[in-house]
């Protein structure tokens, strides 16, 4: 074969990746036609591993997705950033690198906030792996840098048979390239880009696989760093207190604000910011591209063949991201004036960052016992992440006053009246999280020939999450033995309690979570396949058999307490606005959270029934069911917010939630091979929804999570891949979705009686899902040709996102800039080009050439309206080499 005909092998495969999310290529060895050019013009056949067994992907029946290496290459992808976008029905709710969570066919409710989410968040209904690993943690999804991948699996619809818990509404797989034995080569990758409106990028990627013993073992190991120029300037502003800040009445200024009802939006009556009080700006913090980021990382195997039955692979891997800034932008100041800042601009005062990294240590062993295959996976995962964020707007919040601002009170017959003060108004959170997950699998399948075959195996996990995050927004001086002026007292240690930080904390922390939770799990599963008729008519039933032990155990506690006002000691209990919050949302009842257990146990089945109606065309029926576990919340608090008719108290824990997916699909090729097109039309009913509410004028300002409504998703997908001439390729993908709110059941009041006063607090009936834009798809062309002796092509996509909405909620939160946001669609354009000859190639690449201002997800988080953005405008050049 020609080395023309080589790029035009390869130039299938990169296009095989596309917003289609197909991954093809034509046969790079023998032509598969009755002739030459007819074969190299033939889509390959892609092999993938989502049944556990090795298939060719347009023989499983259910839908899938693949990037495989060229294309990812091609396609220039490096992050999960880079390639969700080539996926149709796949969005995230992120705020940066390995900060959201991934979902698929728009299951999904909201997501309230990184901060915390590993104590009290719950599980992504979408699972993450890293070859046989599950990476899944609350709120923050597992970033593997795409370096020396073989391909990235997507799954879609429930997984819970041969994945469990985590695979609720699909998998998405990474899958690395393992060593080869007898077989030395390597690559190095490098690039240099720039952006738009922000700084320069450049990476390099090396990768080597080397015999060490010959037809025996092998090591394959790849290094890779990518620094990211960042794209989001920090300007200048002061922040300043404002009257119409909602908690200015615990100055008390001018003496005698009268409260109202939180839940109207009328708050207190003639309250304002008493004189003298404290502003603060971040002149020192304010940068022009702040948000840069970098991956470090290696990853080396090693694979022994023992003979010719028997082999084992070793996999030690390594990632550090490191991020500062954020990575979203802000229509509005946040400081003293509000008024618009620029494009690509946020206000921010105290400094950000997010340092994530993981290893993971990997042991898979493959074998034979007679005629059955058995496969032994162990693998265990640890993750470390620290981060800071600004937290100085809660100021505008409902309750950041009380720690920020000491009350004015009245003259009496002994004492002269005093005029309140407000301190400064800053704050910020720090969060460090550890996740350790240790996980072994034992599988045995029949010879894949077998008319009646399967695949039987048994699952073993622990799953802890170590979280202790610090809020510190509390200025006001702190109590001393001999403070004679207003104080607050400190958060004190928790009572045997505290689990990772058994300290005091800082005069200035307001309130931490200190949390150890963990999951240990046990399942059998089996799946069998029966040929009704060989090779045409097949039933597949399989079923997972799942006991999880949920525990918990840590403490939550607040710096709340009371004022002092003159000479210690403290006495406390004053009414409101001296030294307590509001009646019924007194939270200095500290939650120790001690030896909380639950287990949840049950079936979760799969039926399938697939049809060869000739040998390229293959229809199907799938009944499938999906889960995730439940949780626990801080505690049982019960909450009276000011002027409400009702008392309501967070529930201790929540229920699992279960999903069943009903899909009909075809995959088929036409044109010897030179057509292929997938599709497939599904109902996916969410029912008993674990979803998180944060609604301070409902319920108090902590969040939790709670069961109830059930929400449906109808909806089709659409791939398509046409060799449309020897040198010409169009692929593309589109996804339609059409999700509601079926029913929801209302909140009850401590009296069992509903709350009637919250309307819709799940989403109105019939409103969609969050992050479910009604219409996703993509379009690319590549064109291959000759020139002299260089192998050239041309590539073009687009890509259209339709709009969508940042949450289900539909309450209002008068103290937030709002919650529910409406995210309008978008359009993007990518274009490259490239010439490769021998081992060399280098490309020209532009991604976002319209530098489209796409709104991912747009969220009140951080008591800002924040907009996170995609990179803008990028062009880059990249060179390769390979031996």
């Not at 120029?229 to 300043?240: A, E, L, Q, R």
Request: net charge negative; glycine share 10%; charged share 15%.
């Amino acid at each position: 074969m020609n080395g023309s005909r080589r790029l035009s092998c390869a130039i299938a495969a990169i296009l095989s990746g596309s917003g289609a999310g197909l991954a093809h290529a034509a046969d790079a060895g023998a032509a598969v036609g009755s002739t030459a050019d007819s074969g190299a013009d033939m889509i390959q056949e892609i092999t993938v591993t989502a049944q556990r067994r090795v298939e060719n992907m347009q023989d499983v029946p259910i839908s899938i997705q693949a990037l495989t290496s060229e294309t990812l290459t091609q396609l220039n992808v490096e992050t999960f950033e880079d390639f969700v976008k080539y996926l149709p029905n796949v969005t995230s709710a992120s705020t940066g690198p390995g900060q959201g969570a991934v979902y698929m066919r728009g299951l999904s409710t909201t997501l309230p906030g990184v901060q915390g989410s590993g104590g009290i968040g719950s599980f992504p209904n979408v699972a993450i792996y890293l070859d046989d690993q599950s990476g899944a943690l609350p709120g923050r999804n597992l970033d593997v840098y795409a370096a020396d991948l073989e391909r990235i699996e997507v799954l879609e619809g429930p997984q819970g048979t041969l994945f469990g818990s985590g695979a609720e509404a699909g998998v998405l797989r990474y899958i690395t390239n393992k060593p080869k034995i007898d077989v030395t080569e390597g690559n190095v990758d490098s690039a240099y880009e720039v952006t738009a409106h922000g700084d320069p990028s450049a990476r390099v990627t090396a990768v080597l696989n080397l015999p060490v013993i010959a037809d025996t073992l092998a090591v394959r190991g790849v290094i890779y760093s990518d620094s990211q120029g960042g794209y989001i300037d920090n300007v200048p502003g002061t922040f300043s207190r404002q009257d119409t800040d909602i908690g200015i009445h615990y100055a008390n200024y001018p003496v005698g604000c009268t409260p109202n009802s939180i839940s109207t939006g009328v708050f207190y009556g003639n309250c304002k910011v008493p004189p003298g009080s404290q502003s603060v700006n971040n002149f020192n913090l304010a940068q022009n591209n702040f948000n840069p980021v970098t991956y470090t990382g290696f990853r080396l195997s090693g694979l022994l063949k023992i003979n010719e039955d028997w082999n084992a692979l070793l996999t030690q891997s390594y990632q550090n991201m490191r991020s500062q800034g954020v990575f979203y932008e802000m229509p509005q100041a946040s400081g003293s004036i509000v008024q618009p800042l620029p494009d690509l601009s946020v206000q921010t005062y105290e400094p950000a960052y997010d340092n994530d990294r993981f290893e993971n240590t990997a042991l898979t062993i493959n074998g034979k016992i007679g005629v059955l295959k058995v496969v032994y996976t162990g693998g265990y995962l640890v993750r470390h992440i620290q981060q800071q964020n600004d937290y100085t707007a809660y100021a505008r919040g409902v309750y950041a006053d009380y720690y920020q601002c000491i009350p004015g009170a009245a003259a009496t017959t002994t004492t002269p009246a005093t005029v309140g003060k407000c301190y400064s108004p800053n704050g910020y959170w720090q969060d460090k999280e550890t996740n350790d997950h240790d996980s072994q699998e034992l599988r045995v399948s029949t010879p894949d020939e077998w008319r009646l075959r399967g695949i039987f195996g048994a699952f073993w996990e622990e799953y802890v999450i170590h979280e202790n995050i610090d809020w510190f927004y509390k200025s006001v001086p702190p109590c001393t033995a001999t403070s004679n002026v207003d104080c607050l007292t400190d958060v004190g240690p928790g009572v045997g309690a505290q689990v990772n930080n058994p300290n005091i904390r800082p005069d200035n922390e307001s309130y931490f979570d200190d949390i150890i939770r963990t999951y240990r799990q046990q399942a059998l599963f089996g799946s069998a396949d029966f040929d009704i008729i060989p090779k045409v008519l097949t039933v597949t039933a399989g079923t997972r058999y799942y006991r999880i032990n949920a525990t918990e155990v840590g403490f939550s506690a607040s710096s709340f307490g009371c004022f002092e006002d003159g000479p210690p000691p403290c006495t406390g209990n004053q009414p409101p606005p001296y030294g307590t919050e509001p009646a019924g949302d007194d939270f200095s009842n500290n939650e120790t959270r001690e030896n909380l257990n639950r287990v949840y146990s049950g079936f979760r089945s799969r039926v399938n029934l697939s049809w060869h109606v000739m040998p390229d065309v293959l229809v199907y029926y799938t009944w499938s069911q999906g889960f995730r576990p439940g949780g626990f919340n801080r505690g049982t608090t019960t909450r009276t917010p000011p002027g409400a008719n009702y008392t309501y108290a967070e529930p201790e824990l929540y229920q699992p939630d279960t999903l069943t997916n009903n899909e009909f699909g075809w995959k088929t090729q036409w044109f010897d091979h030179r057509l292929e097109w997938n599709a497939a039309i599904y109902q996916e009913d969410w029912k008993n929804t674990q979803i998180e509410l944060f609604e301070p004028c409902c319920f108090g300002n902590l969040s939790f999570v709670t069961n109830g409504p059930n929400y449906r998703v109808r909806g089709t997908e659409q791939q398509v891949v046409v060799r449309v001439t020897h040198g010409l390729t169009v692929t593309g993908g589109m996804a339609l979705n059409w999700s509601s709110l079926v029913s929801a059941p209302p909140l009850y009041g401590t009296n069992g009686q509903p709350i009637t006063s919250i309307v819709n607090p799940f989403g109105a009936p019939g409103s969609p899902l969050a992050q479910s834009p009604p219409f996703e798809g993509n379009l690319r062309a590549r064109y291959e040709f000759s020139f002299n002796e260089y192998n050239s092509f041309l590539q073009a996509g687009v890509t259209k996102q339709a709009h969508s909405y940042s949450s289900t909620s539909s309450i209002p939160a008068p103290d937030e800039p709002g919650y529910r946001y409406y995210e309008p669609g978008f359009w993007t354009f990518d274009a490259s080009a490239g010439i490769a000859r021998d081992k060399w190639n280098a490309q020209l690449y532009g991604q976002n050439l319209t530098d489209t201002r796409a709104d991912l997800y747009e969220n009140a988080n951080q008591f800002v309206d924040a907009k996170t953005v995609n990179r803008p405008r990028t062009v880059g050049v990249r060179f390769g080499y390979k031996f």
